[in-house]
């Protein structure tokens, strides 16, 4: 069991930002992300596109956001445990328990959700019968690509994860590459590979096919492709992938009794703090008149949020607003020597 | 100002005023339509606000920016007359246009 002061769900920025602010007054906390780095939407979706509007920050990306959050937090040593999701939340006495898809266990005294629009997760195949298949020889990723030696994979996709696994496993297995048009959002030196190892029939590149259906008793047999004009391919195949980037869902914190709202959770704006007492959601998974989904406002939203975990953290003790500038206690918090 | 015809998975059509600038995205979102989750806010980064525009006004439309027809890649079973309904920014010329909501959004 994890004991802290302050559980905070989301390795987001204002998750990273909200750790700064608990630092800063005293508490400790670990944090839970369900992708294998910390940045959130930053660093999934634009690890390189330039954001404007940090103030006193005229343009950075995503990942020199994040790198430089890290670097602020680094002095109060926050746990992180990433590839987690939570899953099981309990209140014993006065504290809370929560359970993670991992099986780690927090006894925290506060919770904060930073959780943006929910946890990332693959994007499927709208096809039914995929589900069966799924995990056996369906994947959405690859753990180890050992069992696909001398089989017939068929990877259907256009961005990096597609061409770069269709390249890498064109040396050992035989692989059916099935893109639903001809232009690829990967890099342009891959797309290039691709296609000179379709020429020389290395792989089998198929565009403006998308997938028709699946068949198979325990595991894929065949699959079908269709081209835009209706046309219809079948080919064996050993096993399918799926590459179409992440998706986000809110998953187990809906059976948690918040507020939920448009898939958003409801706070006040004293403290952030949702129906619930002890629970704080901050950033874009909360929602109150005005919210703007700005990385700006989240931290704020932290900030205070920080705040409103310390009485359940320290009931006896009285919080004294303190600026980092001028406060001692602050100050040998961020390990500043003099 | 333009009307808009969002014609939703379950057959049901909502007809709706939507003021010049904002998108055919954020009308949805504005007006409880539902089918549009719209995750990114309208960043072009999810894929989520996907809608199928009637043939008759493929051709009326702003041409895809890069980025979008990579992001329809993600969509859930895109076609040739997909768009993410967050780049659909309406004004006049878009008065009449009708779109048709996915079953899913993921």
Redesign the interface.
């Known amino acids: 069991m994890n004991k802290t002061d302050v559980l905070i769900i989301g390795a987001g920025p204002t998750g990273l930002f909200c750790a700064h602010q608990l630092g800063i007054i005293g508490l400790s906390c670990e944090i839970v992300d369900n992708l294998d780095k910390a940045g959130g939407?930053c660093i999934e979706?634009?690890p390189d596109k330039p954001i404007y509007d940090i103030p006193a920050i005229p343009e950075c990306t995503g990942e020199e956001l994040t790198n430089n959050l890290l670097k602020q937090i680094k002095p109060f040593n926050a746990k992180f445990h990433l590839n987690e999701r939570v899953e099981e939340l309990k209140k014993v006495e006065n504290r809370w328990h929560v359970k993670t898809s991992g099986k780690q266990e927090f006894d925290v005294a506060s919770i904060v959700i930073a959780g943006g629009?929910?946890s990332f997760e693959p994007?499927?195949f709208?096809l039914k019968e995929c589900e069966k298949f799924e995990g056996k020889s369906l994947f959405y990723s690859i753990k180890d690509k050992s069992i696909f030696k001398d089989k017939i994979i068929s990877i259907f996709?256009?961005?990096d994860s597609a061409l770069d696994w269709a390249i890498e496993l064109s040396n050992t297995s035989k692989v059916n590459l099935i893109?639903?048009?001809d232009?690829f959002?990967g890099a342009e030196s891959s797309v290039q590979k691709v296609k000179e190892l379709n020429d020389q029939g290395k792989l089998n590149l198929y565009t403006k096919y998308?997938i028709g259906s699946l068949t198979g008793n325990e595991k894929i047999d065949s699959v079908s492709i269709k081209h835009?004009d209706g046309e219809v391919k079948e080919f064996k195949t050993d096993y399918v992938l799926g590459f179409?980037?992440l998706?986000?869902?809110l998953g187990p914190i809906l059976d948690w009794g918040l507020n939920i709202n448009?898939?958003t959770v409801e706070v006040n704006t004293e403290n952030f703090e949702t129906n619930i007492d002890g629970i704080f959601a901050i950033g874009?998974i909360c929602s109150y008149p005005g919210k703007l989904?700005l990385i700006l406002s989240g931290f704020h939203e932290g900030a205070l949020a920080a705040r409103g975990c310390f009485k359940y953290a320290k009931p006896d003790e009285k919080l004294r607003f303190e600026f980092t500038t001028t406060s001692k206690a602050a100050q040998e918090r961020l390990g500043i020597k003099k | 100002m333009a009307k808009v015809t969002y014609n939703t998975h379950d057959s049901k059509t909502h007809t709706i005023d939507i003021q010049n600038g904002l998108s055919v995205m954020e009308g949805a979102v504005q007006n409880d339509i539902p089918g549009i989750d719209a995750d990114c806010g309208g960043g072009m980064a999810c894929a989520t606000c996907h809608v199928y525009v009637n043939e008759e006004w493929l051709d009326k439309l702003p041409t895809k920016e890069d980025g979008e027809e990579d992001m329809l890649d993600m969509a859930f079973e895109p076609k040739q007359n997909s768009r993410l309904s967050c780049q659909l920014i309406i004004s006049d010329e878009l008065d009449g246009l009708v779109v048709n909501i996915p079953s899913k959004q993921a």
Do not use: C, T
């Open positions: 939407q979706l634009y629009v929910g994007r499927k709208p996709g256009g961005g893109h639903r048009r232009g959002s998308q835009d179409f980037g998706i986000m869902q448009k898939k874009d989904k």
